[in-house]
């Protein structure tokens, strides 16, 4: 099977911004208590943290992590994290039926995030809490001291402001589940006033208004016009989430969902403009996916836990999707989605980054390690900034339940001017075909491979395991080539490739 595409060096979407390929950890499960800390340990730093776990981190170059939920932020006391340890109160949570010793907070986690080379984006809770516990949080992460909240966190071992620039102003309150769950008018009206406030204390914040929990609520797109026509001028940002699931076991279907993905972002783009367009602002917001990744895994074991049956554990096994070969291709999929819409997607988090639903895994006491889909995300993360480019792609398709035409070769293209590269991310989603493709390189001057990754398996339900921690890995790929303006490729049957080209 063949496809085509032309790159052309002029054609180009937009800068990509670097905060798409950021990260999520909520106080859930085990992604903070035997994820990130766990004294004791034997890689443990001072502080607690795992050195096992910061190292795979930090690889991953991230360029700031969200904290600390999520459902649970929206019942969260951000006062029950400081101060001596000892003094702090467990509390139940109400989001995941568990309960939390408060042993990290605001100071633990900004440790953290020096230490694997990341910044905080906080959550405020705007569920069963407003906003005077809201101004004081920012002033006691941000504020001078000399003054009550400042003096306070200055006490607590920490003078310099923490200088935290985003702001998520509550988290899907459009959700029924939610604790504190709004309707657009009574949630628009409030993130309005907190952004205000929140300004009043710092203009420079960067401020994230919660949009819908997914594509399927009830209450999308109507939901994002209201909320925006009462925040539009004091916000950033919009939030939306997504989760993939392939519960039918149908892989095309599966493999087609960055499509209902694209469509998310174009509707929510459309009504950002037409709020715009209503309000002649000139302001642009912008979308932040702050949370996306595959979700199902792991639903049947969570019941137990989430039906309140075994009482309220702290840090019980939850959410711990074990991702397999397939995933890689889905979340290579995604990624490509936010590159390709960079122009209104600026920050994106992976949700979430240890244990839960997550890249990397963790033993209690024992090894870490990495899942399937830490590789694409890996690849993007450290390969794919730069700018977009508008590719011309002529592929074979197939229609899927979420879309007509969805082409076998999904890809991205991103040049990196500065560093003279031009990379490509391809996903094959045709399950017996190679696909043959030329990419027609227009305006680069002369290129050549320096690196070709592929990702392939004979079975799609591969994972790896802490027993068997490497059984799906990238490989050097085969049969590049380049000749004159001209890289040909052989996409394998269900693949996942990294391209790169060195520009003279
Ligand atoms: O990431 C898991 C959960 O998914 C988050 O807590 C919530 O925001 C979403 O529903």
């Known amino acids: 099977m063949r496809a085509s595409v032309i790159a052309h060096r002029d054609f180009c979407i937009s800068a990509i911004d670097d905060r798409?390929?950021?990260a999520f950890l909520e106080h859930l499960g085990r992604a903070i208590y035997t994820g990130i800390y766990e004294p004791g340990h034997k890689t443990a730093d001072k502080h607690g943290m795992r050195g096992d776990v910061a190292k795979l981190v930090r690889d991953l170059n991230i360029p700031l992590v969200r904290y600390p939920g999520g459902n649970f932020v929206s019942a969260y006391n951000w006062e029950d994290g400081i101060g001596p340890r000892e003094t702090r109160p467990t509390r139940l949570d109400l989001a995941w039926h568990t309960s939390d010793s408060n042993a990290v907070g605001v100071h633990e986690f900004s440790d953290w995030c020096d230490a694997v080379g990341t910044k905080m984006m906080l959550a405020i809770n705007l569920g069963s809490r407003g906003l005077d516990e809201a101004r004081n949080f920012v002033e006691y992460?941000?504020?001078p001291t000399g003054s009550y909240w400042g003096?306070?966190?200055?006490?607590?071992?920490?003078?310099?402001?923490?200088?935290?620039?985003?702001?998520?102003?509550?988290?899907?309150?459009?959700?029924?589940?939610?604790?504190?769950?709004?309707?657009?008018?009574?949630?628009?009206?409030?993130?309005?006033?907190?952004?205000?406030?929140?300004?009043?204390?710092?203009?420079?914040?960067?401020?994230?208004?919660?949009?819908?929990?997914?594509?399927?609520?009830a209450t999308y797109p109507e939901w994002e016009r209201v909320v925006l026509e009462h925040t539009y001028e004091s916000v950033?940002?919009?939030?939306?989430?997504?989760?993939?699931?392939?519960?039918?076991?149908?892989?095309?279907?599966?493999?087609?969902?960055?499509?209902?993905?694209?469509?998310?972002?174009?509707?929510?783009?459309?009504?950002?403009?037409?709020?715009?367009?209503?309000?002649?602002?000139?302001?642009?917001?912008?979308?932040?996916?702050?949370?996306?990744?595959v979700w199902y895994?792991?639903?049947?074991?969570?019941?137990?836990v989430l039906d309140g049956?075994?009482?309220?554990?702290?840090?019980?096994?939850?959410?711990?999707?074990?991702?397999?070969?397939?995933?890689?291709?889905?979340?290579?999929?995604?990624?490509?989605?936010?590159?390709?819409?960079?122009?209104?997607?600026?920050?994106?988090?992976?949700?979430?980054?240890?244990?839960?639903?997550?890249?990397?895994?963790?033993?209690?006491?024992?090894?870490?390690?990495?899942?399937?889909?830490?590789?694409?995300?890996?690849?993007?993360?450290?390969?794919?900034?730069?700018?977009?480019?508008?590719?011309?792609?002529?592929?074979?398709?197939?229609?899927a339940d979420v879309a007509a035409d969805v082409p076998y070769l999904d890809i991205s293209?991103?040049?990196?001017?500065?560093?003279?590269?031009?990379?490509?991310?391809?996903?094959?989603?045709?399950?017996?075909?190679?696909?043959?493709?030329?990419?027609s390189l227009e305006g680069f001057g002369e290129a050549a491979i320096i690196d070709h990754q592929v990702m392939t398996h004979d079975n799609l339900q591969a994972a790896n395991t802490l027993a068997n921690p490497n059984a799906v890995t990238p490989k050097k790929g085969k049969g590049a080539k380049v000749a004159g303006n001209r890289l040909t490729l052989r996409l394998a049957p269900y693949s996942y490739s990294m391209i790169r080209l060195k520009l003279a």
């Open 297 to 304: 895994h792991s639903n049947a074991a969570d019941r137990a």
């Open 141 to 143: 992460v941000n504020g």
């Open 309 to 399: 049956n075994g009482g309220w554990p702290h840090a019980p096994r939850l959410l711990e999707d074990i991702y397999n070969f397939e995933d890689v291709l889905q979340v290579g999929c995604i990624i490509n989605t936010f590159i390709r819409r960079s122009d209104v997607v600026k920050i994106a988090c992976i949700a979430q980054l240890v244990n839960v639903i997550a890249p990397i895994m963790t033993e209690p006491g024992g090894a870490a390690w990495r899942q399937t889909i830490y590789y694409p995300y890996y690849f993007a993360s450290i390969f794919g900034r730069g700018t977009a480019l508008q590719l011309d792609v002529t592929s074979p398709s197939y229609d």
């Open 151 to 217: 003096d306070l966190r200055k006490k607590n071992g920490r003078a310099a402001p923490f200088d935290v620039k985003h702001w998520c102003l509550g988290n899907e309150m459009d959700g029924p589940w939610q604790v504190g769950h709004k309707t657009a008018d009574e949630y628009g009206r409030l993130a309005s006033e907190t952004a205000k406030t929140l300004r009043a204390f710092d203009k420079s914040l960067e401020l994230i208004v919660c949009g819908s929990s997914n594509a399927d609520m």
């Open 413 to 439: 293209g991103v040049h990196d001017e500065a560093g003279g590269t031009l990379t490509f991310f391809a996903v094959n989603r045709h399950g017996t075909e190679t696909l043959e493709t030329s990419v």
């Open 236 to 293: 950033d940002h919009i939030s939306l989430h997504m989760y993939f699931a392939n519960r039918a076991k149908n892989t095309a279907n599966y493999l087609a969902l960055n499509h209902k993905l694209d469509s998310y972002i174009a509707t929510v783009s459309s009504t950002i403009d037409y709020v715009k367009a209503k309000k002649r602002s000139k302001r642009k917001v912008s979308i932040s996916f702050d949370e996306w990744n």
């Open 20 to 22: 798409v390929y950021g």
